[in-house]
């Protein structure tokens, strides 16, 4: 686990792997971006100290004004929820209401 190795090094980290919205994917994704916690990893409370957070991420190759909303909705606004929220914060159903138009 790669969040393991740099933190177990000392190093503090921001993941930013799992939220990726280049990939082109259909239906309720946004799903599977709220669930991803980037301390969700086989470490110590030290190691977990360590993380300062995560990052959205989208590249421009597949982008422009005719998708990028379509892209960033609800996408976005799942991955800033998720990485504002306490960990106890895990329910997608919960969420919906407010990501959903």
């Not at 309720?28 to 100290?49: I, V």
């Not at 609800?74 to 914060?89: F, M, N």
Request: hydrophobic share 35%; aromatic share 14%; with cysteine.
């Amino acid at each position: 686990d790669e969040m393991s190795k740099v933190t177990g090094a000392g190093y503090h980290t921001v993941l930013s792997s799992p939220f990726y919205l280049n990939y082109i994917s259909y239906g309720e994704d946004w799903k599977t971006y709220y669930s991803c916690d980037p301390q969700n990893f086989n470490g110590t409370k030290e190691q977990r100290d360590l993380v300062m957070g995560g990052e959205l991420c989208m590249w421009g190759e597949f982008v422009d004004n005719s998708n990028v909303l379509s892209r960033l909705w609800p996408r976005a606004a799942a991955v800033a929820e998720r990485l504002w929220s306490p960990p106890t914060l895990i329910f997608p159903q919960v969420a919906e209401p407010r990501l959903v138009e």
